[in-house]
DNA sequence: GGGATTTGACCTCA
DNA sequence: TGAGGTCAAATCCC
C-alpha cells in the first residue's frame, strides 16, 4: 500500500508515477513470474524427500521466498495505481452525494474503490473486493473484533493495521465470507491507507505464535498460505456482477493448500466459517 | 508476563 | 429501534 503522506511532508511537484503501460508491463511479468513460482513450488512438492537428498524443504523455502517477493512487488505497484485512481477521480465528485465508486482494474483483477464518510464526517476511502485469500495482503492485521451479520450465515471479522497505535496508522480491514465453494470466497473490505509503510518488513518482535494477525511477514503464516495471487482478487461487483470463474493460478494455489493445510483442512462436506487463522 | 484474541456491552447511524 | 462497528475486560498461549 502506498504511504499517503501528510501535506506538509510531500514535495512542492512530486514526481509522475510511472506511465500507466510500464507499470501494467511490470505487473504482468510479476504476475507471471509468481505463478510460476507457484507451479514450481508445487511440483516441488511432488517429488519424494530422497530423491532430492533431503534439500527439498531448502529449495521450497526459496522458492516461497521467491514467491513472497514477486508478491510484494505486485502488491506494492498494484496499491500504487489504486491511489493513483484515486487521487484521480477525486476532483470530479462533489464531496457530500452518493458514494462515489471507481471501478480498479488491473492485471490480476479488480476492485470497488468506494468514498464514503467516517463517523465524525471524515472522508473514508473504501475499497472491496472478493478474494479466497484474504490473509494474503501483505500487512501485519490485527483483529479486533468479530460479528454476525444478519442474513449471513458469515460472522464478519474487523481488523486494524498491527501498527495503529505505535504508528497511528489507520487502516481496517473487514473479512466476510461469502459461500462455502472450495476455496471459498472472502468479502474484503479495506478501510484507510495504510500509513504504517510496513509491507512486507518489519518483522514483529513479538514472539507469540499463535496470533491471529494476518501477517504475511510471519513464517507460520506464510509457509502455509503462501499464495501466489496476491493482489488479484476475483472481481465481485457491489451490484452483482458475474464472477470471472478462477483462474489456473487460483486451482494450482488451492492444490497447494491442500498440502499446506490451512484449506487443505477445509472440509467441503461440512463446511464450516473460516475464523481468521483456518478451519478447526 | 506480555502480547494477541475473544466476546459481550456499548455507541453510532440510518 | 435495530444493525453494524468499536471498545475493553477477560482469557488464552507462548
Same mark, same amino acid.
Given at each position: 500500500?502506498?504511504?499517503?503522506?501528510?501535506?506538509?511532508?510531500?514535495?512542492?511537484?512530486?514526481?509522475?508515477?510511472?506511465?500507466?503501460?510500464?507499470?501494467?508491463?511490470?505487473?504482468?511479468?510479476?504476475?507471471?513470474?509468481?505463478?510460476?513460482?507457484?507451479?514450481?513450488?508445487?511440483?516441488?512438492?511432488?517429488?519424494?524427500?530422497?530423491?532430492?537428498?533431503?534439500?527439498?524443504?531448502?529449495?521450497?523455502?526459496?522458492?516461497?521466498?521467491?514467491?513472497?517477493?514477486?508478491?510484494?512487488?505486485?502488491?506494492?505497484?498494484?496499491?500504487?495505481?489504486?491511489?493513483?485512481?484515486?487521487?484521480?477521480?477525486?476532483?470530479?465528485?462533489?464531496?457530500?452525494?452518493?458514494?462515489?465508486?471507481?471501478?480498479?482494474?488491473?492485471?490480476?483483477?479488480?476492485?470497488?474503490?468506494?468514498?464514503?464518510?467516517?463517523?465524525?464526517?471524515?472522508?473514508?476511502?473504501?475499497?472491496?473486493?472478493?478474494?479466497?485469500?484474504?490473509?494474503?495482503?501483505?500487512?501485519?492485521?490485527?483483529?479486533?473484533?468479530?460479528?454476525?451479520?444478519?442474513?449471513?450465515?458469515?460472522?464478519?471479522?474487523?481488523?486494524?493495521?498491527?501498527?495503529?497505535?505505535?504508528?497511528?496508522?489507520?487502516? $481496517? $480491514?473487514?473479512?466476510?465470507?461469502?459461500?462455502?465453494?472450495?476455496?471459498?470466497?472472502?468479502?474484503?473490505?479495506?478501510?484507510?491507507?495504510?500509513?504504517?509503510?510496513?509491507?512486507?518488513?518489519?518483522?514483529?518482535?513479538?514472539?507469540?505464535?499463535?496470533?491471529?494477525?494476518?501477517?504475511?511477514?510471519?513464517?507460520?503464516?506464510?509457509?502455509?498460505?503462501?499464495?501466489?495471487?496476491?493482489?488479484?482478487?476475483?472481481?465481485?461487483?457491489?451490484?452483482?456482477?458475474?464472477?470471472?470463474?478462477?483462474?489456473?493460478?487460483?486451482?494450482?494455489?488451492?492444490?497447494?493448500?491442500?498440502?499446506?493445510?490451512?484449506?487443505?483442512?477445509?472440509?467441503?462436506?461440512?463446511?464450516?466459517?473460516?475464523?481468521?487463522?483456518?478451519?478447526?
Amino acid at each position: 500500500m502506498a504511504r499517503r503522506l501528510p501535506k506538509s511532508e510531500r514535495s512542492p511537484s512530486p514526481p509522475p508515477p510511472p506511465p500507466g503501460d510500464q507499470r501494467d508491463a511490470a505487473i504482468q511479468e510479476l504476475s507471471k513470474g509468481s505463478e510460476l513460482a507457484t507451479q514450481l513450488m508445487a511440483q516441488l512438492e511432488l517429488i519424494p524427500e530422497r530423491e532430492l537428498d533431503g534439500r527439498r524443504d531448502d529449495a521450497l523455502a526459496n522458492v516461497r521466498s521467491l514467491s513472497m517477493s514477486l508478491s510484494s512487488s505486485l502488491y506494492a505497484l498494484r496499491s500504487e495505481r489504486r491511489e493513483h485512481y484515486y487521487c484521480g477521480s477525486s476532483s470530479s465528485s462533489g464531496g457530500a452525494g452518493p458514494a462515489a465508486v471507481t471501478s480498479v482494474s488491473g492485471a490480476g483483477g479488480a476492485r470497488k474503490t468506494k468514498r464514503r464518510r467516517g463517523k465524525h464526517g471524515e472522508e473514508l476511502i473504501e475499497t472491496v473486493f472478493i478474494t479466497t485469500t484474504p490473509e494474503n495482503d501483505g500487512f501485519h492485521w490485527r483483529k479486533y473484533g468479530e460479528k454476525n451479520i444478519l442474513n449471513s450465515e458469515f460472522r464478519k471479522l474487523y481488523y486494524r493495521c498491527g501498527y495503529s497505535d505505535e504508528r497511528k496508522c489507520q487502516a $481496517k $480491514k473487514y473479512v466476510q465470507q461469502e459461500n462455502n465453494k472450495h476455496p471459498p470466497e472472502f468479502r474484503v473490505t479495506l478501510t484507510n491507507e495504510h500509513t504504517c509503510n510496513t509491507v512486507f518488513q518489519d518483522q514483529p518482535s513479538s514472539s507469540s505464535t499463535n496470533s491471529q494477525v494476518l501477517d504475511f511477514t510471519k513464517a507460520s503464516i506464510s509457509s502455509s498460505l503462501m499464495d501466489s495471487h496476491v493482489g488479484t482478487p476475483i472481481l465481485k461487483e457491489e451490484e452483482e456482477e458475474e464472477v470471472p470463474s478462477i483462474d489456473e493460478s487460483t486451482r494450482i494455489m488451492s492444490t497447494i493448500m491442500r498440502n499446506y493445510g490451512s484449506y487443505g483442512d477445509y472440509d467441503e462436506s461440512s463446511p464450516q466459517p473460516w475464523n481468521g487463522a483456518g478451519w478447526k
